[in-house]
């Protein structure tokens, strides 16, 4: 019998130490900053995969810590930018912070990382589309939406965030925070080499519509909930990816020869 309420106390107790860790990470995740309030209690529950028993709990923690705040009758809010969690600290962000020398120097590591990405995306897709909330559903279309409306503004790099963060959404709607994690490095790293590597993309017109039928293909493969479509759709997009950056390559190098050559000499 101790044994039992033993085992149900410590299950309850991991199950608000999860709650409380989801909530941080969520807060993270989305930017939330002081004074912005959290959804409602049902669909933050249902979001995060935990009871309501247990959510509350988890806000009580951080309460405690005076990361969050409940107001009676008006919601719960952020009272201080959660921190993030020591491993998320020590994680790909950290891990991958040597290697940047080694992109700027050599930006052909940047087909390194799309190999990674092609398994991992696929992957994420795949999850995504088995486990997207009807919130995650919305972001996914919002980022889908923003990344659009940045094409044309001449303004490379920040349709590259936004490309970004549409591929982040997806990420986010697998709910696996170790996929998530690592989907963030690995942009963090093309980041640091904007100049030399996806500027090509968003400036080529031979690129952009079949990256954004891509685009589409993906969300909507998630959106229907079609995993095996949606893992196709994000490693399809990949090698796209990783097929026309060569081809760009190619053809920059191929200019840089030719601009060497000698001039004809002048006839008389």
């Known amino acids: 019998m101790h044994a039992e309420i033993g085992q149900t106390k410590t299950r309850g107790t991991r199950a608000s130490d999860r709650a409380a860790a989801q909530l941080q990470a969520l807060i993270t995740r989305r930017g939330l900053q002081p004074g912005d309030r959290l959804p409602a209690e049902r669909a933050l529950a249902l979001e995060l995969s935990v009871s309501r028993p247990a959510l509350r709990e988890g806000i009580a923690r951080l309460a405690s810590q005076g990361l969050l705040v409940s107001r009676g009758g008006g919601g719960t809010f952020v009272q201080a930018p959660a921190p993030a969690p020591a491993a998320a600290q020590r994680g790909m962000g950290a891990a991958l912070a040597p290697y940047l020398p080694l992109f700027q120097d050599d930006p052909e590591y940047r ?87 996806r500027e090509k993309l968003y400036t080529s017109p031979r690129t952009f519509e079949p990256l954004s039928l891509q685009h589409r293909e993906m969300m909507d493969a998630v959106l229907a909930g079609d995993p095996e479509r949606a893992r196709n759709a994000a490693q399809d997009h990949v090698e796209f990816v990783h097929g026309s950056l060569k081809s760009l390559d190619e053809d920059e190098a191929r200019r840089a020869r030719a601009s060497r050559l000698p001039p004809h000499p002048a006839r008389p």
Do not use: K
Request: aromatic share 6%; charged share 20%; hydrophobic share 50%.
């Open 111 to 197: 087909f390194d990382v799309l190999e990674i990405r092609h398994a991992l995306e696929g992957a994420t897709a795949w999850h995504a589309a088995q486990r997207a909330t009807d919130a995650d559903r919305a972001r996914i279309v919002a980022a889908f939406e923003a990344m659009l409306a940045a094409h044309g503004h001449d303004d490379p790099a920040g349709e590259a965030r936004a490309d970004a963060a549409f591929h982040l959404s997806i990420a986010e709607a697998s709910h696996n925070l170790v996929l998530l994690q690592v989907m963030r490095g690995l942009f963090e790293l093309l980041q640091s080499n904007i100049s030399q590597n």
